[in-house]
């Protein structure tokens, strides 16, 4: 059973930054990717970022390139979502997520999710 939980969230001025943290647990994830996704109100969930946990190679949105950065820290199994110059367009609850062997941008198809954590930018 893998476990997710994200915090660092909250109310940030257009401009500013935030670091998301999700701490993972429940098996080793050395075949894993993991990803950030979010959701703003009545709007479909999206895809933010993946990084594959063994090689760290990442993968961005067009719309986050250039301003957001995951990363991963495998001693503390924990993955991190570095968000700076934030937009008032990027409020949405964001979650972390997790999926075996294959990567794919389709929330649809990924297997384990945070509750998520709440992130509002003001203008």
């Known amino acids: 059973q893998v476990l997710l939980a994200e915090s660092g969230g909250g109310l940030v001025q257009a401009g500013g930054s935030l670091r998301l943290s999700c701490a993972a647990s429940?098996?080793?994830?050395?075949?894993?990717?993991m990803g950030w996704f979010r959701q703003a109100p009545g709007k479909e969930r999206e895809f933010v970022a993946h990084?594959?946990?063994?090689?760290?190679?990442?993968y961005y949105a067009d719309s986050v390139k250039g301003r957001f950065t995951i990363s991963r820290d495998k001693a503390k199994n924990m993955v991190y979502l570095q968000m700076d110059i934030l937009k008032p367009e990027d409020t949405a609850v964001y979650y972390c997520?997790?999926?075996?062997?294959?990567?794919?941008?389709?929330?649809?198809?990924?297997?384990?999710w945070g509750k998520g954590t709440l992130v509002t930018v003001s203008s």
């Open positions: 429940g098996r080793t994830f050395s075949s894993y990717f």
């Open positions: 990084i594959n946990w063994s090689a760290g190679s990442t």
């Open positions: 997520a997790a999926r075996a062997n294959w990567v794919t941008i389709d929330f649809r198809d990924w297997d384990y």
